[in-house]
């Protein structure tokens, strides 16, 4: 059972306006969330992160919204560049026992077209 | 300058052939991990280390094994009961809290010939 899920396997955006990648998770005790930009064939960059005593974290063109209640996230790039193409994936962690584990999403392939 | 290197980046193995793939940190990270990565699929942890000389299973661990002797080094090693291994292999490592961010390598690509 997934307890990250990113239910779109892609987005295709134009350039210059506004991406929007969701999450979702199950488990109540996740308390920190990350989000990480992947290239073919390279190690996944960490992007920017939320703890859960807050509901939005701002940095440059990426901002990460949090609903606890609705226990979803998302990652807004504005403005999208084409640059930006690559797969996202949301992770969660800070739950119970295993300090530093991370639960990753399976990801989002983002398509930023000239 | 600091990081984490994984290597190689290419690997081939034979049938009933262990094979051992690198990671190493400069970081002072306590906290390593290695993940594999399938098409299509998110990152699923295979094995994590806290401190060194220590180390707990992931979510899929069978086929393979790790060590921790040093703090900087985390090699893992796909051995011939894991039957399906090609994969992309990556090592990460954190500082050794719960909400510490993790870096990752350049991966490894694990093919069979």
């Known amino acids: 059972d997934q307890q990250v899920k990113q239910n779109s396997p892609s987005l295709s955006v134009q350039e210059g306006r506004i991406s929007i990648l969701n999450c979702d998770y199950t488990n109540s005790m996740f308390d920190y969330f990350l989000w990480y930009k992947k290239y073919p064939a390279e190690g996944p960059t960490f992007l920017i992160s939320i703890s859960s005593i807050k509901d939005k974290n701002e940095d440059g063109r990426f901002t990460v919204f949090l609903n606890k209640s609705a226990k979803h996230l998302s990652l807004h790039i504005v403005p999208s560049q084409p640059g930006d193409s690559a797969v996202y994936f949301c992770a969660a962690g800070g739950y119970g026992g295993s300090q530093g584990n991370l639960i990753f999403g399976k990801g989002t392939k983002l398509s930023v077209k000239p | 300058d600091g990081g984490i290197t994984q290597s190689p980046k290419y690997l081939f193995r034979k049938e009933g052939q262990n094979v051992t793939l690198s990671c190493e940190q400069n970081l002072n990270h306590d906290a390593m991990y290695w993940y594999r990565q399938d098409p299509g699929q998110g990152l699923r942890l295979i094995y994590y280390s806290q401190i060194v000389n220590d180390f707990q299973k992931g979510d899929i661990a069978e086929g393979y094994s790790v060590s921790r002797e040093k703090k900087e080094s985390f090699p893992l090693t796909v051995t011939s009961a894991q039957k399906n291994p090609t994969a992309f292999y990556l090592c990460?490592?954190?500082?050794?809290?719960?909400?510490?961010?993790?870096?990752f390598g350049p991966g490894t690509r694990l093919l069979v010939l």
């Open positions: 990460a490592s954190s500082a050794l809290l719960p909400t510490e961010t993790q870096y």
